[in-house]
């Protein structure tokens, strides 16, 4: 096989497996490569794709470089696409491989350099190279072989004038082979001239050593393989001693420096001194930078030794040990008035935090209880230096400096009683130990007139790591444009441009505070407020360091997929002979689509159709919009065709809303409507179907948990013995197969409540949110956060193009 166009798919399953065993590591593995691949935009995986790639080391045999593998197969990776990312990572083991046994070349990785050295001193000419096992190597001075030599170093000693001449090396593995460069050797008489004429194949340097490779400056990331080369010519053989801010460095004596897995502790000021017996010579001094993200822009550059501080892009000093963020949007409150942009915006925010490493735990529509064991979930998942991100839209207000977040079930007359405290779960989220705390909320500040206690949080820790990004001023409102059924709040529409953007996070809400200033919508209505106390350059870009506690880590990993969990599809098979099949797919985490699609009818039926009914009581299912023949109608306005798996011609769609409101395991009916050629009656055949717990109901959220949890509390250890993780743990972690695992929150929808909401003029006791007049351009009624669509075009809103994926 050696065209490298040929497919990864055309590898046949023994190499397959052999490679993914060997991508199945930590320094230098499906990760890095993972990274190496997404270069180009059709291997760009997703959240849920590399997720499913960790979930297979549950599995007794599973390979995560192996599913990796097979990922890049599916959409067509090349052989050479893939040989030449496996070279970027310096996996060179799978390089080899992939050469020796799959593409059939022979690679020199090792050229013989041209010497010139006093007669009667060793001369010695390596050349290496990888591909088939057999490889065979031949030495020849011009035309001539040189006898007795079959190795990859040619040995003169002692080099005489009969041995000057251009020699070249020829490495052979059957019917293939390849010929080194060229390599003269030379003798230096007495004076320093050469013997015989002169040649431009040396430096003009007359000294017995000369480098003619320097180590290059370095910009990687923690975990990443630091790599430095010094190559040199000299004679007698030269020796290497590497040095790390001027400290020579223990056992580095080779011309080849290399560090698996690096960490901040190898950050600094390298060279190497290189002498034999009668020369010294340094290298150059090169720094060394290692910081929490890759810099893939070509227009990054390692600063010099000497230079000034770095850049914007250069800023990487800081690391995370993982990001969690929980993403709250209340949109359908039963007592106040109902708000569009939340099911838009968490679903902007999930799909960036998502591709800046983040696990998004995002919900729709929550009551008091939910948002309170919500939060207690999303501290279990916080630990030492974590980030931890939270997000809410919906209605709230403040009173003397306290934040409060209103729950769709607040009563018309609420106080801090019915809401959720901001500064209650800051001080938790400090017990927790995190390395950062963003609070971004995106809700009105006015003082409710209806609360006059003024409760006191206790003591918070001086951590100078808190933001707090206020969609608005103190004593103002937020505004939404209404400009159709997927709005943006004013807030996440410049919050988007910026999020993705390398930079400390309190700059970053400075440059969207600046771009409202701008506006000339916002201008003088709503001006955003940043709350900061953080010290160091911490942004959300900061890769993340694995922590010291591995079974943490991987504890907090389960944690999250656990609560993401959608059932596997399956078929159904009917009396009739009809075959139907079953999926699912999420949008949020407490939001999933079902969909039912005819796989096989018998000739003598006419027509069928598969619906669903009978629904177990909790989540909320809007009969008037399920079994709908497009995604559309079934109430799912973000969702695609595309981010369902590779659907034929889905028939019909069921959405079910609220899922954290499900107290046992989901079940329903499908139903199959069908008519035979020669019959005018409709036959009806059904099958109960259970599917679990899926998303988070397994966290059984509508559980109370305790209104507050100390520090000690809120160790690992209680992560385990919690309620709802114990029972995912002990009972449904065979559930976590990597199909299952859910694209949760990759789109919203709107929570439909039971109850209808009364007009905002009917509203007592709420806390006053005006709109001025010149807002209003149509005769409907008002509501509360919102701007004239005629107003919106200086927005852009557009989410055709929205990323899906996780």
Not at 256 to 267: G, M, N, Y
Not at 410 to 431: E, G, I, N
Not at 486 to 514: H, Q, T, W, Y
Request: hydrophobic letters at 35%; proline letters at 6%.
């Amino acid at each position: 096989m050696e065209d490298k166009n040929l497919g990864v798919e055309t590898l046949n399953e023994a190499v397959l497996n052999r490679l993914g065993y060997m991508l199945d590591n930590l320094e230098c593995g499906w990760k890095q490569l993972a990274k190496a691949v997404a270069e180009q935009p059709q291997f760009c995986y997703s959240d849920k794709e590399l997720t499913d790639c960790s979930l297979k080391v549950l599995s007794p045999h599973g390979s995560p470089g192996r599913y990796l593998l097979a990922l890049l197969a599916d959409r067509g990776c090349t052989l050479a696409f893939l040989l030449q990312c496996l070279k970027k990572i310096e996996h060179r083991e799978a390089v080899g491989f992939l050469n020796t046994h799959v593409m059939g070349q022979i690679d020199i990785t090792m050229q013989p350099q041209s010497q010139r050295a006093p007669e009667g001193s060793p001369v010695v000419l390596s050349c290496r190279a990888v591909g088939p096992v057999e490889l065979t190597y031949q030495w020849f001075k011009g035309k001539d072989e040189v006898p007795g030599v079959n190795g990859p170093e040619l040995v003169l000693n002692p080099v005489s004038a009969a041995q000057q001449g251009a020699y070249i090396c020829r490495i052979s593995s059957g019917d293939k082979y390849v010929f080194s460069n060229w390599a003269h050797v030379r003798l230096v008489r007495s004076g320093g001239a050469n013997a015989g004429s002169s040649s431009g194949y040396f430096p003009s340097s007359t000294s017995g050593l000369n480098i003619i490779q320097q180590p290059r400056p370095q910009a990687l990331m923690e975990g990443d393989t630091l790599y430095l080369e010094c190559a040199v010519q000299a004679n007698p053989p030269p020796k290497f001693q590497w040095y790390l801010n001027k400290q020579p460095m223990p056992n580095c004596t080779r011309s080849i420096l290399k560090i698996p897995c690096i960490t901040t502790a190898d950050r600094g000021i390298y060279s190497c001194k290189i002498y034999n017996l009668y020369h010294e010579a340094w290298s150059d001094q090169v720094q060394v930078n290692i910081g929490p993200g890759s810099f893939s822009d070509d227009s990054w550059e390692a600063p010099k030794v000497g230079a000034s501080d770095a850049g914007p892009r250069q800023m990487g000093e800081c690391c995370a040990t993982d990001k969690v963020a929980l993403l709250i949007g209340n949109m359908n409150y039963l007592h106040h008035q109902q708000l569009r942009a939340p099911m838009a915006d968490v679903h902007e925010l999930t799909n960036l935090l998502r591709q800046l490493d983040f696990k998004v735990v995002s919900l729709l529509n929550l009551n008091w209880q939910e948002m309170h064991s919500a939060v207690t979930e999303f501290l279990l998942l916080l630990d030492r230096g974590v980030y931890g991100l939270l997000y809410f839209a919906g209605h709230g207000y403040e009173n003397y400096g306290n934040s409060f977040m209103v729950p769709i079930d607040a009563p018309a007359s609420y106080t801090f009683k019915h809401c959720l405290w901001v500064q209650d779960v800051l001080q938790r989220m400090q017990a927790r130990q995190t390395g950062l705390n963003v609070f971004l909320l995106d809700m009105c500040r006015k003082r409710n007139p209806n609360d006059e206690s003024i409760p006191q949080p206790g003591p918070l820790r001086v951590t100078a790591n808190i933001v707090f990004g206020y969609a608005t001023c103190v004593d103002a409102e937020a505004f939404e444009v209404n400009k159709d059924d997927l709005s943006n709040g004013i807030f996440m529409s410049f919050l988007k441009k910026r999020l993705m953007e390398p930079e400390k996070v309190s700059v970053i809400l400075d440059k969207v505070a600046e771009d409202m200033g701008r506006c000339e919508i916002t201008r003088g209505r709503q001006a955003l407020e940043l709350r900061s106390n953080l010290s160091e350059r911490r942004a959300l870009t900061d890769s993340i360091q694995a922590p010291a506690c591995q079974v943490a880590a991987s504890t907090r990993n389960l944690q999250w997929a656990i609560a993401h969990v959608i059932p596997e599809s399956r078929c159904l098979q009917f009396e009739c002979g009809v075959k139907v099949q079953l999926g699912f797919a999420a949008e949020f985490s407490n939001i999933m689509i079902i969909y039912t699609r005819i796989l096989e009818t018998p000739k003598d039926i006419l027509t069928c159709s598969a619906q669903l009914s009978d629904f177990t009581e909790g989540p909320e299912v809007d009969l008037k919009h399920s079994n709908q023949e497009s995604l559309l109608e079934a109430g799912s306005l973000l969702l695609s065709m595309d981010d369902l798996l590779s659907l034929e011609q889905p028939q019909l769609f069921t959405r079910i809303s609220a899922l954290q409101r499900l107290k046992k395991e989901l079940s329903f009916t499908v139903c199959l409507h069908y008519k035979y050629t020669n019959l005018d009656e409709e036959l009806l055949e059904e099958q109960r179907v259970s599917v679990g717990k899926p998303l988070v109901s397994k966290l059984n959220l509508h559980e109370p948990r305790p209104s507050h949890t100390s520090s000690s509390e809120l160790q690992m250890s209680s992560i385990m013995e919690s309620s709802s993780f114990s029972e995912s743990f002990r009972a449904n972690l065979s559930d976590l197969s990597p199909s299952s695992i859910g694209s949760a929150s990759t789109s919203w929808s709107y929570y439909q409540g039971s109850m209808e909401s009364p007009t905002f003029s009917s509203l007592k006791n709420e806390p006053e949110e005006t709109i001025c007049p010149e807002f209003l351009e149509s005769e409907e009624p008002p509501s509360i956060k919102s701007l004239p669509s005629t107003s919106s075009q200086e927005l852009p809103f557009k989410f055709s193009n929205l990323p899906n994926s996780l």
